[in-house]
Structures are given as structure tokens and as C-alpha cells.
């Protein structure tokens, strides 16, 4: 079983709403492991008696249907592992990688094996995630995230703006073919590089190994709401796929089973027709 390599950020009401809608538009049968937070126990409601009456007739049993099995859940303790089973009723997923997956069950099942710099909230409102804040310059062309500095993948190697770089190069570069790509098409110097143009993407920097600057070409308020968007691009281990060409990343045994990621959820295994397993 993997370790716990970051809280989890996915409470347990929204876990299982996420679920349920994967097992409602989705057969393999997904296997995902966490730390699940427990909720607070509820109080009892208090019963008020009525006064004494006759008892009434018993009500005649209905025929007992069994009820659709979206998903099963381990008892969640806290601070240990939690298994989830979900069940796709339609097609498999085809990518769980951040740059591909474009279905909406493809995209639940990937917001818990991967972080991205921020989120959209219910209130579409961005809220953190892998970035503990940002800021934005007066003119909306600027923006600086600021990472949180003790994240590490599922195997333990420390998250930097390495990885925020790489995924940001292969989600613009042209050969990848992620649909990313024409949402970041106003950063500076992304045209240039998703031809091959230039070796680098003038409005992305690095300024260390927790700080990270973009810049696009005109104004756009908006920008964090792009980001966010479909809960954000998962940031992509670096140390695992670097060597892996952009036009390959899709064919890659990593777009079916991204065993690295710095999400609430690590992957496990995928067996085609069957199931998924995560931990």
C-alpha cells in the first residue's frame, strides 16, 4: 500500500459525490485507496411522543428491488486507508492523464490521483491547491503562483516548479496533442514553441524552486478561471516522463496508469475490462 504523501484534500461528502457521478455516466471497475477524512458523527434527532392511539394496520411490504450498485466504500478511520470500488457501466476510460482526458468521468477519476495549481470551487470561485496563493499584476497579464513547499508525489519525490514547467510544456507543444494546448494559447511565446520554434516559453519562468511566473500576451481577467477549469491541470511527475517524446505521451502506459501523482488518491493498477486499483 502506497504512503500518505499529502492531506487529502477531498472531504468525504465531496469524495463521494465525485463518485457517483463517475458510476452514473460510467465496464471496468475503478479501485481507488486514500485517506478519507470521516465526517463528524450526526446527533440523533429527539423523538417527540404522541399521544396514545389505537395501533394502525401494518403497512403492506412493497417487493424489495435491489438498488443500482454506483459504488462501494471501505469504512473510512481516520488517518488510514479507504478503498473505493467504481463501477463504469458505459466505456472504460480512455486516458487518466491531466493532458487527455476530456470525458467527464475520464476527469473525476483524474481530480483525485493528481493536484493542480488551484481549483474551481462550487462558488466558481479559484481556490488552492497546489498553490498555497497568487498574485496578480494590475494589468492581468501576470500572474505568480507560489507552491506549497512540502508536497511530494506518491513516491516521494518532492514537487517544484520542474514538473509545473514540464506540464506546462508538453500541454503547449503541438506534437503532445492535449487539448490544453488552445487554452493556454495566450501565454507568451506559446505560439513559437508549440511549432518548435523556440526551446523554451518566453512567459513561463521558474523564478525557484517554489515560485512560478506567467505571463500572457494581452490581458485576461479571467486567466485563474482557465486554469481552474474541469478542477485544473494535474501537474505531471517530471522525473517520470521527461524521456517519454511529446508524441508519445499519449500512447504511453502512463495515460491509462499514472502510478505518480499528487493527488488525494495514488493509482495502483489497471486491468483492461476489468478494474482500476489505486491507493
Known amino acids: 500500500m502506497a504512503t500518505k504523501h499529502r492531506q487529502n484534500t477531498v472531504t468525504r461528502r465531496r469524495f463521494l459525490a465525485i463518485v457517483a457521478g463517475v458510476g452514473a455516466m460510467a465496464g471496468s471497475a475503478p479501485l481507488l485507496q486514500g ?27 412493497p417487493p424489495a428491488t435491489a438498488a443500482p450498485a454506483v459504488a462501494t466504500k471501505a469504512p473510512a478511520v481516520g488517518g488510514q486507508a479507504t478503498t473505493v470500488s467504481i463501477h463504469w457501466r458505459n466505456d472504460a476510460p480512455v486516458s487518466l492523464s491531466p493532458l487527455f482526458s476530456t ?9 483525485l490521483l493528481f493536484g493542480s495549481l488551484l481549483k474551481i470551487n ?24 507560489y507552491l506549497h513547499n512540502n508536497i511530494k508525489f ?33 501565454i507568451e511565446g506559446s505560439a513559437d ?14 523564478l525557484d524552486k517554489y515560485t512560478f511566473r506567467i505571463k ?10 482557465t486554469l481552474g477549469d474541469f478542477s485544473g ?7 517520470v516522463l521527461k524521456d517519454v517524446p511529446p508524441d508519445q505521451l499519449r500512447k ?12 488525494a488518491y495514488t493509482f495502483v493498477k489497471n486491468e483492461a475490462g476489468q478494474y482500476v486499483e489505486s491507493n
Open 35 to 61: 485517506c478519507a477524512i470521516p465526517e463528524a458523527p450526526r446527533a440523533a434527532p429527539i423523538a417527540t411522543q404522541p399521544p396514545a392511539t389505537s395501533a394502525p394496520a401494518a403497512p403492506t411490504q
Open 103 to 111: 470525458s467527464g468521468q475520464e476527469q473525476m477519476l483524474e481530480r
Open 122 to 145: 462550487d462558488n466558481l470561485e479559484p481556490v488552492s491547491d497546489l498553490a498555497q496563493r497568487w498574485d496578480a499584476s494590475p494589468d492581468a497579464k501576470t500572474y505568480t503562483f
Open 154 to 186: 506518491s513516491d516521494g519525490a518532492p514537487l517544484t516548479t520542474d514538473d509545473v514547467m514540464f506540464t506546462f510544456e508538453r500541454a503547449i507543444d503541438k506534437r503532445t496533442g492535449s487539448y490544453w494546448a488552445g487554452r493556454f494559447r495566450n
Open 193 to 206: 514553441y508549440a511549432e518548435q520554434k523556440a526551446d523554451k516559453v518566453s512567459g513561463l519562468e521558474a
Open 216 to 225: 500572457l500576451a494581452r490581458p485576461d481577467a479571467a486567466f485563474l478561471t
Open 233 to 239: 491541470m494535474g501537474i505531471l511527475p517530471k522525473h
Open 252 to 263: 504511453h502506459s502512463f495515460s491509462l496508469a499514472p502510478t505518480v501523482g499528487a493527488g
